[in-house]
């Protein structure tokens, strides 16, 4: 009998960096997930250790197969949901226009990311992948989680945003009334998975009760 593969409504690649804000990038990847998404991870050795810092998530200390199929235990994936990527696996589906998903979402996005994006750098994979969704003309989020902003920050999401870019920073809104930080990472993972196309419950649309 041959084991067919499962239907996932869409592939999804999710880019960690370094930048604070580790919950919104590990939040966002337990939705994707539980929407039954498939989701390509990218995670920076800075994100690895902002993790430790900020949430109580510790990650193991072992080979990328090991990280992969501990995030797939935490967040309940599905045999082949999951797929993590190392910072040179130049072979994988994200480092060339003829295998990329249709989405790339970086989030957090440190500083450093933006501006080498916006050079148009490419020394590791979550470079190249920015590079090409931006050649490929796919859609690329990015998400700053930084203030105050400079010019140089500035200039690089303006330079972004004309590039086909979008930028949603990690700027949670509060008329939902939030009760806690976890309501506030919410309102910003669902206005990403609404520009992804994924179906959430998480903030009630304007309007609505």
């Known amino acids: ?19 604070s804000g580790a919950q919104y990038g ?7 997930l539980a929407a ?11 994100a690895r250790v902002v993790i430790d810092t900020e949430t109580d998530c510790r990650l193991p ?3 990328d197969s090991e990280l992969q199929a ?5 967040f309940g994936a599905a045999d082949g949901q999951l797929q993590l990527f190392g910072k040179r696996d130049w072979f994988s589906p994200v480092a060339s226009g003829t295998g990329a998903a249709s989405s790339l979402v970086i989030c ?3 500083g450093g990311t933006l501006s080498a994006i916006a050079c148009g750098a490419s020394n590791n994979l979550i470079e190249r992948a920015a590079d090409v969704a931006l050649k490929e003309r796919r859609q690329l989020i990015l998400v700053p989680r930084e203030a105050p902003y400079s010019e140089i920050h500035l200039e690089n999401m303006l330079k972004l945003t004309r590039m086909g870019a979008m930028i949603l920073p990690a700027s949670p809104g509060f008329y939902q009334k939030p009760q806690s930080v976890e309501d506030l990472v919410d309102f910003v993972v669902a206005r990403l998975l609404d520009q992804l196309g994924v179906a959430q ?3 009630p ?3 609505t009760e």
């Open 1 to 19: 009998m041959t084991l067919t593969q499962p239907a996932w409504t869409k592939t999804v690649t999710l880019a960690i960096t370094g930048a």
């Open 26 to 32: 590990l939040r966002l990847l337990q939705c994707l």
């Open 36 to 46: 039954e998404v498939r989701v390509w991870l990218l995670m920076s050795d800075a």
């Open 61 to 63: 200390d072992g080979d």
């Open 70 to 74: 501990f995030l797939a235990r935490r």
């Open 108 to 110: 957090p996005a440190s």
């Open 201 to 203: 419950q998480l903030l």
């Open 205 to 207: 649309r304007w309007g």
